[in-house]
């Protein structure tokens, strides 16, 4: 069984030689006496939680070392309940704390309630909805501007590029540019012809 862990003089623990001498030996007695019995618990519950075995001695002495801590300003109510509460915020501490979290860390995806942020198939329906008016906007306009709106919008390419691409001068592009954004905004913000309201 390991014992209660020593803390130094210079740390928030009261010293023997301190007027709280007698809270410090009140601690001792309820870390004995409540803490120390859950040692077995607390073990499983890090051995459980904690893939690196190795770490787990030292995970075990950060639990006792913050509860008796702790007990130095206030003792817990509920011992044991404090003891796991302790160890799980410690071990959520130290994942957070590593600069890449383990794979072992991160087994069971669902324990870590990490949100996904694949779209799921309601949002890739309707993304694929919106490529097919997209084109179909596209394919009602003229050639050269559909063709100006693509090389400058999808292609991303710049007016002078486009300009020797279509043979034209760059204010053309501009013009053709602006036409095509003009009349792809009519298309996909106008109604459906089936739910116009009537004037």
């Not at 302790?86 to 087994?107: F, G, K, M, Q, Y």
């Not at 954004?181 to 004037?199: G, M, T």
Request: proline share 6%; with cysteine; hydrophobic share 45%.
């Amino acid at each position: 069984m390991v014992k209660r862990p020593d803390i130094d003089c210079e740390g928030a623990a009261v010293c023997p030689s301190d007027s709280g001498a007698d809270d410090a030996a009140r601690v001792d007695a309820w870390f004995d006496e409540y803490v120390l019995p859950l040692e077995a618990s607390l073990m499983q519950f890090l051995e459980h939680n904690w893939r690196n075995a190795s770490d787990i001695s030292d995970l075990r002495q950060e639990v006792y070392v913050r509860v008796y801590q702790a007990a130095l300003k206030r003792i817990p109510d509920r011992p044991r309940q404090f003891v796991f509460a302790t160890a799980r915020n410690l071990l959520i501490d130290r994942v957070r704390h590593e600069s890449v979290i383990p794979i072992e860390a991160a087994a069971d995806l669902e324990a870590l309630d990490i949100a996904v942020d694949a779209p799921g198939p309601e949002r890739t329906a309707i993304a694929r909805d919106e490529l097919r008016r997209l084109q179909a906007a596209l394919d009602h306009l003229p050639p050269r501007c559909r063709q100006a709106v693509v090389l400058a919008r999808i292609e991303d390419l710049s007016r002078s590029e486009i300009a020797r691409r279509m043979g034209v001068a760059e204010i053309t592009v501009s013009q053709y540019i602006t036409q095509g954004i003009c009349a792809l905004a009519d298309i996909l913000c106008s109604e459906p012809p089936n739910v116009r309201r009537k004037k």
